[in-house]
């Protein structure tokens, strides 16, 4: 659907017409307007700076508000998604934790009130609200990259002591929610501590067949690949490779991966449209949808969640045709 010209009272030389292909994609084209007629950008400054929320921006757009979400119409728009595309075994959704530190600095608190923050939300916000879409069958959580061991011993030991004095909420979290828990990543280069709570996580909740919830810390997606193609190298013989056509060696490579299921979308806080490193950068997640938060991770709601599962089972995934 078209928007409405912005706005009425400017000629028709000064109207600009766009598709709002997302509340996005409408939230992005209005900051290039801001730069046109003065009538025009003053408008649509104060909307931008009123209302940081693109989907608020949309409805005052189109005059009317967008659907009602909640958990219900979620669950129907991602099983119509399900149907329409064949997609048997459910979403694979993914989410870049991001923008503790900035959350932290705004406040003028110290970074590691940031990441406790932070990570009180992946506990009491993302967990549970995944946990409660039967539609999703698994969820990959992105919580420290491989680059991120770079930074001071302090935020580190800190990230990890969260994670280790969590640990028993962790699998209270599980068991109530029926949550299977797998590490994701390298194990080499964490502290030791760090490596057997992540295992422990993984023995503990193994019973559990509810959404698989994959927990990347110290990953990479291009270590991942190469990690994985090394094993898959290694496991046959030089015959047997060249016997096989370039697809059935790249479908190789991915079931010897850490995450081996291509991820249907990845939801980053913090603003920035980018995968930086995690799932959506590799060859079978090539039909993988970003989808933006502008909040911060210690800020993000169910709400947040739920609005942009519902945006994303309302479009169109094209697959190349």
């Known amino acids: 659907m078209k928007a409405p010209s912005i706005p009425a009272s400017t000629t028709d030389s000064q109207k600009t017409d766009f598709i709002p292909i997302t509340p996005f994609h ?35 757009l189109l005059g009317k508000p967008h659907t009602k979400v909640d958990f ?46 932070g990570y009180k939300t992946v506990e009491d916000v993302i967990f549970p609200t995944i946990s409660k879409i039967p539609q999703i069958s698994e969820l990959s959580v ?8 770079k930074r001071e011993n302090r935020e580190l030991d800190n990230i990890y002591q969260l994670f280790e004095y969590g640990y028993e909420n962790l699998i209270n979290i599980a068991n109530k929610h029926n949550i299977q828990y797998r590490h994701a990543g390298k194990t080499d280069g964490l502290p030791e ?46 015959k047997e490779l060249e016997s096989m056509s370039p697809r059935e060696i790249a479908h ?21 449209p980018r995968f930086s490193g995690f799932v959506g950068n590799r060859p079978y997640d090539i039909n993988c949808h970003l ?16 609005e942009h599962l519902f945006h994303f089972a309302k479009g169109e995934r094209r697959m190349g045709q």
């Open 291 to 306: 989808l933006v938060e502008p909040k911060f991770l210690p800020d993000l709601t169910e709400k947040d969640i739920l």
């Open 26 to 60: 409408i939230r992005e084209q209005l900051f290039e307007l801001v730069n046109g007629p003065e009538s025009v950008s003053e408008k649509i400054y104060q909307l931008l700076t009123k209302s940081r929320s693109p989907y608020k921006i949309r409805e005052k």
């Open 193 to 238: 501590k760090m490596q057997t709570l992540l295992s422990n996580l993984e023995k503990e909740t193994a019973h559990n067949n509810g959404v698989k919830i994959n927990l990347c810390i110290n990953y990479d997606a291009t270590e991942e690949e190469g990690e994985a193609t090394k094993k898959f190298v290694l496991s046959i013989s030089r």
């Open 252 to 272: 190789q490579v991915q079931k010897h991966s850490w995450i081996a299921t291509p991820v249907d979308a990845v939801l980053r806080t913090g603003g920035d």
């Open 72 to 117: 219900s119409t979620v669950a129907s728009e991602l099983q119509t998604k399900l149907d329409i595309e064949g997609k048997a075994k459910g979403i694979h959704l993914g989410i870049i934790c991001d923008g503790n530190r900035r959350w932290a600095e705004k406040r003028g608190l110290d970074k590691t009130e940031g990441h406790k923050n």
């Open 142 to 149: 992105y919580l420290l990259s491989t680059s991120n061991l």
